[in-house]
């Protein structure tokens, strides 16, 4: 199991950019595939971006496909969320998730066991 926090959310102007950061604690950072997800007021938790552990692999939702980017670095125990061109709907609390498992798809909420307890992102028209 690793323990993750999340940091860098706040409010921000449509079009703007914001970096999350996810830092990590516990043994084998490297070896977990690491994911993002958000959840906007009164919607479900959904995909945003993952990456494996190597790196290797990455997958996006549609709707951040070219505008967010996910780097991890292994060294710092950390995964960022970079967020381009941002969107009032980009609105969410934003969480960072953990699982030791390798990575071929987009992940499934319930495959990734461990959880930060969420950055806010606010987007503002």
């Known amino acids: 199991q690793v323990q993750l926090v999340e940091s860098g959310g706040g409010l921000v102007q449509a079009g703007g950019s914001l970096r999350l950061s996810c830092a990590a604690s516990g043994r084998f950072f490297s070896r977990y595939t690491m994911g993002w997800f958000r959840q906007a007021p009164g919607k479900e938790r959904e995909f945003v971006a993952a990456i494996s552990w190597g790196g290797g692999n990455t997958y996006y939702a549609d709707s951040v496909k070219g505008r967010f980017t996910i780097p991890r670095d292994n060294a710092k125990n950390t995964v960022y969320l970079k967020m381009n061109s941002l969107k009032p709907e980009d609105t969410a609390v934003y969480y960072c998730?953990?699982?030791?498992?390798?990575?071929?798809?987009?992940?499934?909420?319930?495959?990734?066991?461990?959880w930060g307890q969420g950055t806010l992102v606010t987007v503002s028209s």
């Open positions: 998730a953990a699982a030791y498992l390798s990575l071929h798809s987009p992940p499934l909420r319930a495959d990734l066991g461990s």
